[in-house]
């Protein structure tokens, strides 16, 4: 059985620690991961890896497998994102990179060496699985950023409205 625990801050954001846990209780339905797994999520930028280098998202687990391997995630760069990209797609994004590392959390259970792009593969393929389950629309955005530009429109109408407003009580002086 698998067994995910997450670790958060008070202040990481709630949809988000929301829409992962979801996340993490379809991948157990799914059965396709064993064993126990810590997952921290930290509002850095970046987590340090065991080179002291700054990373993405780091997977570490011990040789000897006596200790509970463990992923470490940094959201601080999600806003970044999610202005980017939008909430979906940039949610999807995340969700997909840390099923690369449950994929590579599997590879160490098995002592085989990561593979990246098969790794990679598989995620993908159970990401776009989850957006099916859930019915993800990216429509969504779409239709946000009419709205954005249509007042943005409007704000520019107003302006304008405002400015020849302004001329004309100027003239009447």
Do not use: H
């Not at 992962?20 to 797994?37: A, H, T």
């Not at 954005?148 to 100027?170: F, T």
């Amino acid at each position: 059985m698998f067994e995910p625990k997450l670790w958060i801050k008070p202040t990481n954001t709630k949809w988000l620690v929301k829409e992962i846990s979801q996340y993490l209780d379809w991948v157990i339905k799914k059965q396709v991961f064993e064993g126990k797994i810590n997952i921290y999520l930290t509002n850095a930028n970046y987590v340090l890896d065991s080179k002291a280098r700054g990373k993405e998202g780091n997977f570490s687990g011990s040789l000897n497998k006596i200790e509970t391997p463990a992923l470490s995630f940094p959201l601080g760069e999600i806003f970044k994102e999610i202005s980017k990209k939008g909430k979906e797609i940039a949610l999807c994004d995340w969700l997909q990179y840390l099923t690369f590392f449950l994929y590579c959390y599997v590879d160490w259970q098995k002592d085989k060496e990561f593979n990246i792009e098969s790794n990679n593969d598989f995620a993908d393929k159970m990401i776009y699985e989850y957006i099916d389950f859930k019915k993800i629309s990216f429509e969504s955005e779409d239709r946000r950023k009419k709205e954005n530009r249509k007042r943005a429109k409007n704000k520019g109408k107003k302006k304008e409205k405002k400015r020849r407003q302004n001329k004309r009580i100027r003239k009447k002086d």
